[in-house]
């Protein structure tokens, strides 16, 4: 790994998942059951992994692309359509689909901090391998990164990231006629604990975000212990990334740990996001150092430490910024 030729970072980063509208509902207590209470406020906002991913990107001013399924049914499609736009999000290569958005109604406990979130799936619109091939026909050169946010189509995803590790093993070839300069770096992130075979898709992954929650279900209760014991899920040479709320961040890489510590002295007041806050400004902090994957034989291990502990400290503060705010729209001060 290494830091790449300046005219890279001109290209931008394509989040790959899902994109749903959230129903938030601000409280003062979580309510009692079979109640009846008013609420603090009410507001729609864009949801989705991947979809968060974005919004986080383009208010730090990185250059970048969502792609999955936008449905035409109901106010909420062109709603999410609009958004993006505002945010100059671009969503080219999405497919449309006569179908619902998902729709998630989310609590937010003044009182405690915390978030608690029901999902709708509907009509449960997903990406296909087959669009993903149709859309980019094998040609990722405009994208110095895609990240993948996994759903249930672990199998379509993996197939996916099987066409960019194509491309990238054709471009090498082609390199050495000086034709193309750089390769688009591959992460996924795994959140859910019930995901099944998400190990087909880590050991591909360039970069492997792991949330607290995927952790915990396998048995491990601290981002290090995490971070070093799932690590043999992924590749050689990838970088294994997992954030955890109040303990910070860990990632480890060349048989080497890095941590973080998690920003301290704030209020929370919406933790809705925190996590997809954590991985793009993971991203971002990489895409702004110019930083690609490069063979084993060329990397410099204490600078690439140094790179990565540098996201991460950049991430976690982040993060932090975020759970003291509603919404996104703060973030704009932290480039």
Not at 226 to 245: D, F, I, M
Not at 249 to 276: C, E
Not at 297 to 318: P, W
Request: proline fraction near 3%; glycine fraction near 6%; include cysteine.
């Amino acid at each position: 790994m290494h830091e790449d030729a300046a005219e890279d970072k001109k290209t931008k980063i394509l989040c790959v998942g899902m994109a749903c509208v959230d129903f938030i509902n601000v409280v003062k207590e979580f309510p009692k059951e079979d109640s009846d209470q008013r609420i603090l406020n009410y507001y729609w906002q864009r949801g989705g992994n991947a979809s968060n991913n974005c919004t986080v990107l383009s208010l730090l001013s990185v250059p970048c692309e969502f792609m999955g399924v936008l449905g035409t049914q109901g106010a909420e499609a062109e709603w999410i359509k609009s958004d993006f736009q505002d945010l100059r999000i671009d969503i080219s290569h999405c497919e449309v689909k006569d179908v619902h958005c998902p729709v998630a109604t989310v609590i937010l406990n003044q009182a405690s901090g915390t978030r608690t979130i029901l999902f709708y799936p509907r009509d449960r619109p997903e990406l296909s391998h087959e669009n993903f091939q149709r859309s980019f026909c094998s040609d990722f050169s405009p994208y110095f990164w895609i990240h993948f946010g996994i759903c249930s189509n672990v199998s379509d995803i993996s197939s996916m990231i099987d066409d960019i590790i194509q491309y990238k093993s054709d471009k090498k070839h082609r390199r050495a006629l000086n034709e193309l300069k750089s390769e688009p770096i591959v992460s996924v992130e795994v959140e859910k604990p019930e995901l099944t075979d998400a190990e087909i898709v880590m050991k591909k992954a360039d970069i492997v975000f792991i949330s607290k929650d995927y952790a915990s279900s396998k048995g491990y209760f601290d981002p290090i212990r995490a971070v070093k014991e799932l690590y043999q899920t992924c590749r050689h040479n990838a970088v294994l990334v997992c954030p955890w709320g109040e303990k910070g961040a860990a990632a480890y890489l060349n048989h080497s740990i890095v941590t973080s510590p998690a920003l301290s002295d704030i209020t929370v007041i919406d933790s809705l996001g925190a996590g997809d806050t954590f991985v793009a400004g993971f991203m971002a902090r990489l895409w702004k150092n110019n930083f690609t994957i490069a063979s084993q034989d060329s990397k410099n291990d204490s600078e690439t430490l140094g790179v990565i502990k540098d996201a991460l400290d950049f991430s976690c503060a982040l993060a932090g910024q975020k759970c003291s705010m509603f919404g996104y729209t703060g973030l704009k001060s932290y480039k």
